[in-house]
């Protein structure tokens, strides 16, 4: 008992830096972006080993991201009383989370590169706009730019690691670019009030709530046109129906969602989810011909 009393108590602040840790890199996000990579690269043809690295890279990009927003935000998100976040409730430290940043972004630049040089540049120059948002971009009206920017470059990353190393077709990046926009309004929408009140005035802030409740499923509804109609080809029944779906989704959002910022958060979730079905179901056709 003796021996193993002190040996416990050391492991307790371990535990305790990696819980905070976990939390701290926007496990949700961090997830969702990694699998879609993922299942992307697993569709349009990229071979085992080249799947298992495009998930590697994304997520230590995606950590990345993750830990440098909330190390940046911790002392706004102290002062906002924010108890959810791990650095702002003492969880964790910010300096343990700024060694992660840096650790995961140093991880990300050689995995992102075993994809090829141009693939991995195209993966880096995403990444490098997520950090330029949490560094500073944020609290500008270009805010929407590092999203487009990290958005649309993930079907590069995925078709320039096939071989030949083809170039995405420009109705994927564009309709990824659109998709990154929209998260960006959904995911800010909940927090605008208390982001105005702490001097942060991104272009969702400087529009106001009531806006972004009525503009955020244009991106993704313009998306979906997009992944229906840019490809060669007929759209077929399939395409028609996510089209369908789509608006559906939309004009439920903002009939519904007038005075709730949930249910336009909602309706923009289920309106991306048809978005992300549509851009898996291409597959090896997001390649430029």
Do not use: E
Not at 21 to 38: E, I, N, R
Not at 102 to 129: D, E, M, R
Not at 178 to 186: F, I, Q, S
Not at 206 to 229: D, K
């Amino acid at each position: 008992m003796t021996t193993s009393g002190p040996s416990r108590l050391g492991t307790r602040p371990l535990l305790r830096a990696v819980r905070g840790l976990s939390l701290a890199c926007h496990p949700g996000p961090t997830v969702a972006v990694t699998v879609l990579v993922t299942a992307l690269a697993v569709a349009s043809g990229r071979d085992a080993a080249g799947c298992v690295l495009v998930a590697a890279a994304v997520l230590t990009g995606q950590l990345s991201i993750g830990w440098c927003n909330d190390a940046v935000d911790a002392a706004r998100d102290a002062a906002a009383h924010r108890t959810g976040k791990p650095v702002a409730s003492g969880a964790v430290s910010v300096r343990t989370v700024w060694v992660a940043a840096i650790a995961a972004l140093v991880l990300c630049v050689p995995l992102s590169l075993a994809s090829g040089p141009a693939a991995g540049v195209v993966h880096l120059v995403g990444v490098a706009a997520a950090w330029a948002y949490d560094l500073g971009l944020k609290a500008t009206a270009l805010s929407w730019l590092p999203y487009a920017v990290g958005f649309g470059s993930l079907p590069g990353f995925v078709t320039l690691g096939l071989p030949g190393h083809p170039w995405p077709a420009w109705w994927a990046v564009t309709a990824a670019a659109l998709l990154g926009c929209g998260a960006h309004l959904a995911n800010v929408l909940p927090d605008i009030p208390a982001d105005l009140v702490a001097g942060v005035r991104g272009w969702p802030q400087r529009l106001g709530v009531a806006r972004v409740r009525v503009l955020i499923p244009v991106p993704l509804l313009a998306a979906t046109v997009l992944l229906v109609l840019g490809p060669p080809g007929p759209p077929g029944v399939g395409g028609w129906a996510a089209l369908a779906v789509a608006g559906a989704f939309t004009a439920g959002g903002l009939a519904l969602g007038r005075g709730s910022s949930r249910v336009p958060f909602a309706a923009a979730i289920a309106v991306a989810a048809v978005d992300v079905v549509l851009l898996l179901a291409r597959g090896t056709a997001i390649t430029a011909l």
